[in-house]
């Protein structure tokens, strides 16, 4: 149907991971010794759009990630316990991740009516 249906599915398939590490986060708040991981998620969208320029089949592609790979741990300061997560900072990536996903769902459904709308004038 396109390549903005794809890099939509995409998009909410990212969100929908990154929300899950975020979760793990904030979850973990007090286990000492946790490290805060969080999805490099502009790499991997970045990635994604490029591989979907493919102007030959022949090119090489990557057709999936192993996201274990793609998690970037925080580098932020560690507490006396040696867990460096930040409740405020992982709220904000929460937020940030959630609008990010609601304007995705939008984008898609926005589409999809529009292809229902051209389909119906074709007829």
Same mark, same amino acid.
């Given at each position: 149907?396109?390549?903005?249906?794809?890099?939509?599915?995409?998009?909410?398939h990212?969100?929908?991971?990154?929300?899950?590490?975020?979760?793990?986060?904030?979850?973990n708040?007090d286990?000492?010794?946790?490290?805060?991981?969080?999805i490099?998620?502009?790499?991997?969208?970045?990635?994604?759009?490029?591989?979907?320029?493919?102007?030959?089949?022949?090119?090489?592609?990557?057709?999936?990630?192993?996201?274990?790979?793609?998690?970037d741990?925080?580098?932020?300061?560690?507490?006396?316990?040696?867990?460096?997560?930040?409740?405020?900072m992982?709220?904000? =990536? $929460?937020?940030? /991740? @959630? +609008?990010?996903? #609601?304007?995705?769902?939008?984008?898609l459904?926005?589409?999809? =009516? $529009?292809?229902? /709308? @051209? +389909?119906?004038? #074709?007829?």
């Amino acid at each position: 149907m396109g390549e903005g249906f794809k890099i939509l599915e995409r998009l909410i398939h990212l969100t929908n991971l990154r929300h899950g590490v975020i979760v793990s986060n904030i979850a973990n708040v007090d286990t000492p010794g946790f490290i805060a991981k969080d999805i490099k998620f502009e790499q991997i969208l970045n990635d994604e759009i490029i591989e979907m320029r493919v102007t030959n089949p022949h090119h090489i592609k990557n057709e999936s990630y192993n996201f274990l790979n793609m998690t970037d741990e925080g580098s932020g300061q560690q507490w006396i316990d040696r867990n460096n997560v930040e409740l405020d900072m992982e709220v904000a =990536k $929460m937020t940030e /991740n @959630a +609008l990010l996903f #609601q304007g995705a769902l939008h984008m898609l459904s926005t589409k999809i =009516k $529009m292809f229902k /709308n @051209a +389909l119906r004038r #074709q007829q």
